[in-house]
Nanobody, 129 residues
Framework: QVQLEESGGGSVQAGGSLRLSCVAPGSTYRSCMGWFRQAPGNLEKEREGVASIDSESPGRTRYADSVKGRFTITKDNAMNTLYLEMNSLRPEDTGMYYC???????????????????WGQGILVTVSS
């Protein structure tokens, strides 16, 4: 079992910034890691993939079109921590944000939630207009 712990959520006005962190055990070195989100009241829908990264080669990333140019995913392997830097936030970015791990070689960073095995508890991000 892989325990993931997210932090850094909160409330911000539109145009503001937040940085999310996810502490992951060292066993996630060989994996894809990703950030997903779920808008309030949309629990029936699959979580939306926001950004993903190859933990072994952190230069390999993938982003949803809706966040390209605004969000940046990074991984500090020395600290076993995944980050999501979110800038120019919009009200539609509001939701629960989840950190997730897809164990094994990361052939291609994925934004498909069903491919991920381990999930954090989630952290709330609220962007007001």
């Amino acid at each position: 079992q892989v325990q993931l712990e997210e932090s850094g959520g909160g409330s911000v006005q539109a145009g503001g910034s937040l940085r999310l962190s996810c502490v992951a055990p060292g066993s996630t070195y060989r994996s894809c890691m990703g950030w997903f989100r779920q808008a309030p009241g949309n629990l029936e829908k699959e979580r939306e993939g926001v950004a993903s990264i190859d933990s072994e080669s952190p230069g390999r990333t993938r982003y949803a079109d809706s966040v390209k140019g605004r969000f940046t995913i990074t991984k500090d392997n020395a600290m076993n921590t995944l980050y999501l830097e979110m800038n120019s936030l919009r009200p539609e970015d509001t939701g629960m944000y989840y950190c997730a791990v897809k164990p094994g070689i990361c052939w291609l960073p994925s934004l498909v939630g069903s491919e991920y095995t381990y999930w954090g508890q989630g952290i709330l991000v609220t962007v007001s207009s």
